[in-house]
């Protein structure tokens, strides 16, 4: 590897130690290695950076996100919660068990962790600690169950794996759905066996059929959502970014005309908060560009790529490596960096090994939630923390055989491939 490569990169993990905004820490390791190399203008930076968001299909992650900011404002939150009480309320551990179901339901709606994270803290976790549940138990209960949203569709994280690897969006849509509903069944069975040992009793008295088709009415509109967005793509009405636009008018429609619950005066901040989370992606997508390029400029991939072949030429050691290296710089690094960074290295090395680029897809996504648990970065757990003033210490404990759950559901997603590939492969054929 050359020295101006190695620089590069520790220029960016000294920027990035020193608390420089990541899309900066990025941009600016690239412009040291431009200066040290020499012979390249220095205004390709901000061409390459122009072109990083020059890309349709990342039309898609402003309209997710302002999906998900309408979903988040009209009372769909409320509803959902109350459709999980009605299903899963009966159980021993009813309001965790209630915890975790909303938010496999509000996967399909918002794409994104740290979202789901913060409306579920903010509505359920008041509620859990009301109800005799010790706090920080209710707060890790939320921090794991929101690692759901990006693994079940509509995801944000699918969106950027595709755009960067060229993986399809429509089969990494449908890949997700079995592993996130394994996640959510897994989580419950830990969380049923956790409360039964604590002690905490059901939330209602028993399961009525017709309580879950009165609630399930009531929240039909906000469940139809992922229909939408799915059907239209598997139906080739649209492209996933055209089904994010009608996801978006979707949602306005249903919350200003049918749950009346905002108006056009609740726009304005809603279109804000939207942009403010779109531009926080859209630069840090744009400052990956020109280091990502430079990566394939220096024959990076394929640097790498005889490294581990010299390491290993089995599939199965090969991405447990892949799963461990990723496991260890998650808990560093927040998971859209990693995945600008390392798409581009490893999707080339994944051909060779002949891994289906929609199998990689969620086991990358899987490992970088898993991140999102793990201190000292976390933002899962600083997210929940912050909103119940619960310390992080304390949710880290309550946390952990959720951890350990999710890590299980990983393996199995990693060698059991046909999770993720039997919807895909069932409804969009087996890749040639």
Not at 36 to 48: M, N, S
Not at 139 to 162: C, D, E, L, N, R
Not at 172 to 191: E, H, N, Q, R, S
Request: glycine share 8%; with cysteine; net charge positive.
């Amino acid at each position: 590897m050359e020295m101006h490569l190695t620089l590069m990169l520790i220029a960016m993990g000294v920027f990035l130690a020193i608390n420089i905004p990541v899309a900066f820490a990025i941009a600016l390791s690239s412009l040291v290695f431009m200066v040290l190399k020499g012979g390249i203008k220095i205004e390709t930076l901000v061409q390459r950076m122009v072109n990083g968001t020059d890309s349709f299909p990342l039309l898609a992650i402003p309209f997710f996100i302002l999906a998900g900011e309408l979903m988040n404002r009209v009372g769909i939150t409320r509803r959902l919660f109350t459709l999980a009480s009605a299903m899963v309320g009966h159980i021993t551990g009813g309001l965790a068990h209630i915890d975790i179901v909303a938010n496999t339901i509000m996967a399909g709606t918002s794409g994104s962790s740290v979202a789901d994270a913060a409306g579920t803290a903010k509505v359920w976790v008041p509620v859990m600690a009301e109800s005799g549940y010790k706090k920080s138990f209710a707060a890790a209960v939320t921090a794991a169950a929101a690692t759901i949203a990006p693994v079940i569709p509509p995801s944000i994280g699918m969106i950027i794996y595709a755009a960067i690897s060229g993986a399809s969006v429509g089969r990494l849509f449908l890949g997700g759905f079995l592993p996130g509903i394994l996640m959510a069944i897994t989580m419950m069975a830990t969380a049923y066996i956790l409360c039964r040992r604590i002690g905490y009793g059901p939330a209602t008295v028993s399961f009525s059929w017709r309580r879950v088709l009165i609630e399930l009415k009531k929240s039909l509109f906000a469940l139809f959502m992922p229909v939408i967005i799915l059907g239209g793509i598997l139906a080739g009405l649209c492209t996933p970014t055209e089904a994010a636009a009608v996801a978006a008018v979707y949602a306005g429609v249903v919350g200003m005309f049918i749950y009346k619950e905002i108006g056009l005066k609740d726009l304005p901040p809603i279109l804000l908060d939207a942009a403010v989370g779109t531009a926080i992606i859209g630069l840090i997508m744009a400052a990956a560009t020109p280091f990502g390029w430079i990566i394939v400029w220096e024959r990076m991939p394929q640097i790498v790529m005889e490294w581990v072949v010299s390491v290993t030429s089995n599939p199965v050691v090969f991405l447990m490596l892949v799963n461990v290296f990723l496991l260890i710089l998650g808990t560093f690094m927040d998971s859209i960096p990693i995945m600008v960074m390392l798409i581009p290295i490893l999707t080339p090395i994944m051909i060779k090994f002949g891994i289906d680029l929609t199998h990689f897809g969620l086991i990358l996504i899987i490992n970088l939630m898993i991140g999102g648990l793990t201190p000292p970065y976390g933002i899962l757990l600083f997210t929940v923390s912050g909103i119940t003033k619960v310390p992080v210490s304390e949710v880290v404990k309550e946390v952990f055989p959720f951890m350990l759950t999710i890590l299980l559901v990983l393996m199995m997603v990693t060698y059991l491939p046909s999770i993720v590939l039997f919807l895909p492969n069932l409804f969009m054929g087996v890749p040639k």
